[in-house]
């Protein structure tokens, strides 16, 4: 069986934009470019030798900014997908603002790159209760599939849903849901892979994670951002001794390590390509 690999495009000050209350950070469109082109350099060349494609989760406003960053992606055959257009919880938003944003964003990286959009995955997996809205929203606007589904509980900043079965299956309205992996202990859904998990676990858990899934035929979610595999990042003035911990310990050349030895006992793919595979599609 074939895992499918996934990175959240955006930059590191984006990604942590719950601690300014979802405010536009000074100088965040200037920092965030020129963090997301050193990162993507290193990661492209770090794929390209393992031979793995991923699914790059794009924020719109990134290429609406540099079309020449997804254009890149495209050129080394993976996949651009949908992040939205700015990283915010989606569940905080009207209904309107919601229908305006699904179909925004896939328009501006569609017409900026010439790239089909297949794919959509919410800022903090923030879908919560207005989940029917937008996955119908999503449907209505032609995506094959949404990754916004983490059914755990317990995180701070998301975590949603956590009674959902970790199982990819198509919706009654056409749309299939891939949600991210979790292990189930005792009847409670544990989160498995990428992001902190990969970075700040033992590599063990996760290959063992990676392995109990394929075994009970449940396919391998890995997730993960640009700063944490390629190493820069910007640093945050408002971030504490924990918070650093938390967002950039074992970035970089470990993750890289951590991730290399999940390539050396499976396959990894895109999204898409993986949905081809299975006959989703």
Known sequence: MRNILSIDLEGSIEGKSAIYNNKTILGEDKKSLYEIRKNLDIILEFLNT????????????IIKL?????????????????HGFRHLFLDQMSDKEIEEYVYSS??????????KIYGFRAPFFSVGRKKELIFDTLAKNNYVYDSSIFPIKGH???????????????????????????LN???????????????????????????????????GLVYIHPYEIGGNYSEHVKS??????????NIGNVTRQKMTSLFNISKFTSHYEFLKDQKFC
């Not at 393992?50 to 406003?61: D, Q």
């Not at 676990?201 to 009970?216: G, T, Y």
Request: hydrophobic share 35%; aromatic share 10%; charged share 20%.
């Open 240 to 249: 504490n001794f924990l918070q650093k911990i938390r967002f950039y310990r």
């Open 106 to 115: 896939k328009s501006i990286i569609e017409d900026a790159t010439g790239s």
């Open 50 to 61: 393992h031979k793995v494609k991923a699914t790059f989760f794009t924020l719109s406003r």
């Open 156 to 182: 701070d900043l998301y975590g949603c849903h956590w009674d959902s079965p970790n199982e990819i299956k198509r919706l009654n309205n056409g749309l299939i849901e891939m949600p991210l992996s979790t």
């Open 185 to 219: 202990v005792l009847g409670k859904n544990f989160p498995a892979l990428g992001g902190g998990y990969l970075r700040l676990l033992p590599i063990s858990f996760s290959r063992f994670s990676l392995k109990h899934l394929n075994n009970n035929n449940k396919v």
């Open 66 to 82: 540099a079309p020449e960053i997804g254009l890149q992606i495209i050129q080394n055959n993976h996949e651009l997908a949908s």
